[in-house]
C-alpha cells in the first residue's frame, strides 16, 4: 500500500535556528498538507498546498513558517527561527481530493527545540 | 464549545468486550466525517470513513447523525491489539475549508 514518507524521524535542534522538514507524499495525490501534535495534545492542522500554492493555513502557521513543493515529489515545512514551542510532533498529509476525502498521515518528524 | 468533543476515557475493557465511542462536532455545515486510530507517539491513521447511511468493517462500525451532530465508533469482540487512542475526525469544517479538525481522542485499553 503506497505510504506518506517523512525525513527526518527526530531533528534536534537550537532555539532561533532554521529546520526543514520534508516528505514525500502518496504519488497520485494532489492535496497536502501539514499539522502538528504538541506532546500530550490534540493534533492541529498547520497548512494545506495544492496546484503549487497554499490554500489554506491556521494562525499558527505564521511568518516564521513557509512550504514548498521544489519538485514533482518532495513536500517541505521550513520553520526559520525555532522556538521552544515549536517542539512538537510534525505530520505531513496528502489526499486525492477535496474536504470529502481522508487525508493519510506519515510517520511523523519529532522536533525538539532546546 | 469545542469544535469536536470526544470523551478522554481511559475506557479500560476485557478481551472479547462491545465498546462504544461518541463523538459531537459544532458546526453543522461540516461535510466529511472519519475515525483514526493512533498508537503512543505514532501517525493518525484511518480506520473509517463515517456515512449517515452508516458503515460497517469487520468489527467495527460507524455511524452519523448529522442532524444530532453525533458520530459514534462500535468495536465488537475487543481484541488486546485495539487498545489505541481513537481520533474521532471532522472535514470541510464549516463547509469551505479541506482541513481535518480532530478531537482530543478516547483512550481505549483492551485488558486480557
Known amino acids: 500500500e503506497p505510504e506518506v514518507t517523512q525525513t527526518p524521524s527526530h531533528q534536534v535542534t537550537q532555539m532561533g535556528q532554521e529546520v526543514i522538514l520534508r516528505c514525500v507524499p502518496i504519488s497520485n495525490h494532489l492535496y497536502f498538507y501539514w499539522y502538528r501534535q504538541i506532546l500530550g495534545q490534540k493534533v492541529e492542522f498547520l497548512v494545506s498546498?495544492?496546484?503549487?500554492?497554499?490554500?489554506?493555513k491556521s494562525e499558527i502557521f505564521d511568518d516564521q513558517f513557509s512550504v514548498e513543493r521544489p519538485d514533482g515529489s518532495n513536500f517541505t515545512l521550513k520553520i526559520r527561527s525555532t522556538k521552544l514551542e515549536d517542539s512538537a510532533m510534525y505530520f505531513c498529509?496528502?489526499?486525492?481530493?477535496?474536504?470529502?476525502?481522508?487525508?493519510?498521515f506519515g510517520d511523523g518528524t519529532r522536533l525538539s527545540i532546546l | 464549545r469545542k469544535e469536536v468533543e470526544q470523551d478522554p476515557g481511559p475506557f479500560n475493557v476485557p478481551e472479547g468486550a462491545t465498546v462504544a465511542f461518541n463523538c459531537t462536532y459544532s458546526n453543522s455545515a461540516s461535510q466529511s466525517f472519519f475515525w483514526y486510530r493512533q498508537d503512543c507517539r505514532k501517525e493518525p491513521k484511518l480506520l473509517m470513513s463515517?456515512?449517515?447511511s452508516g458503515n460497517e468493517d469487520g468489527r467495527f462500525t460507524a455511524q452519523l447523525n448529522r442532524a444530532s451532530q453525533y458520530i459514534s465508533l462500535l468495536i465488537r469482540d475487543s481484541k488486546l491489539s485495539d487498545s489505541a487512542t481513537y481520533l474521532c475526525v471532522v472535514g470541510g469544517y464549516g463547509g469551505a475549508t479541506n482541513k481535518l479538525i480532530f478531537g482530543t481522542g478516547t483512550l481505549l485499553a483492551v485488558q486480557p
Open positions: 463515517v456515512y449517515s
Open positions: 498546498f495544492y496546484n503549487n500554492e497554499i490554500s489554506e
Open positions: 498529509a496528502s489526499g486525492l481530493g477535496a474536504g470529502d476525502q481522508p487525508q493519510h
